[in-house]
């Protein structure tokens, strides 16, 4: 199995310090993403990296890819209240059609 | 904005009835999917499908079908609902190789 696995499991921090959270996997990619879920609900798209890129942005978030290593970082800067969520890697594998997830992390953001 | 629906957010239901959980998205999306989100298991795949009357099993088809008579809808059917189906469903449509956009997620309770 190609299973990405995030680190840590939980993450804490207080408002306005940065968070990241690891992703490992076991095959080689076509692309790998991650997602954001809130209590109970659907996942939301933050971002997708494809495998022939090292570092991608968006707003607040950037993320990292080391294909040598099979890992990948979420990085959340300036966190806030609103980032509270479970995150989520997913990787899609070259021919494949589906994506495999990870088991996520849960991040709480403190005031 | 991309859309994708679940017939119901909560289900209550008896061991042993049949259950269809239906699934519709507006992004003429070639691909669908179903998985289950269980605490600690992450999301797993039931099944999925490329195209209209095609399904492909996922990692845990067991005791679930599928049902893909029109491209914007896909149909998960649990034949005879048990306690151990119990869980968060989710519906995911994507293009080929692109992002899955997510709907809310049924939480479904067998009694």
């Known amino acids: 199995s190609q299973q990405g696995e995030e680190d840590p499991q939980a993450l804490s921090i207080q408002e306005g310090e940065n968070a990241t959270m690891n992703c490992s996997y076991k095959?080689?990619?076509?692309?790998l993403q991650w997602y954001r879920q809130n209590s109970g609900r659907g996942l939301v798209h933050l971002i997708l990296?494809?495998?022939?890129?090292r570092e991608k942005h968006s707003g607040r978030l950037r993320v990292t890819l080391d294909t040598s290593k099979k890992s990948s970082s979420l990085l959340i800067t300036a966190s806030r209240a609103a980032d509270t969520a479970s995150y989520f890697c997913?990787?899609?594998?070259?021919?494949?059609?589906?994506?495999?997830f990870g088991q996520g992390t849960r991040l709480t953001i403190n005031p | 904005d991309v859309k994708v629906t679940q017939s119901s957010r909560y289900l209550v239901k008896r061991t042993g009835e049949k259950v269809f959980l239906e699934c519709v998205q507006d992004?003429?999306?070639?691909?669908m999917f179903w998985y289950r989100q269980d605490p600690g298991l992450g999301l797993r795949l039931i099944y999925f499908?490329?195209?209209?009357?095609?399904?492909e099993k996922g990692d845990i088809p067991e005791g679930y079908s599928v049902s893909r008579e029109k491209k914007e809808r896909f149909s998960l059917i649990l034949e005879s609902a048990s306690t151990n189906q119990t869980s968060m469903y989710l519906c995911?449509?994507?293009?080929?190789?692109?992002?899955?956009?997510f709907g809310p997620g049924t939480r479904l309770t067998v009694l």
């Open positions: 095959t080689s990619i076509n692309n």
């Open positions: 990296i494809r495998s022939n890129e």
């Open positions: 997913a990787t899609d594998a070259w021919g494949a059609q589906k994506l495999v």
């Open positions: 992004m003429d999306h070639e691909n």
């Open positions: 995911a449509s994507s293009s080929v190789g692109d992002t899955q956009y």
């Open positions: 499908s490329y195209d209209v009357k095609m399904k």
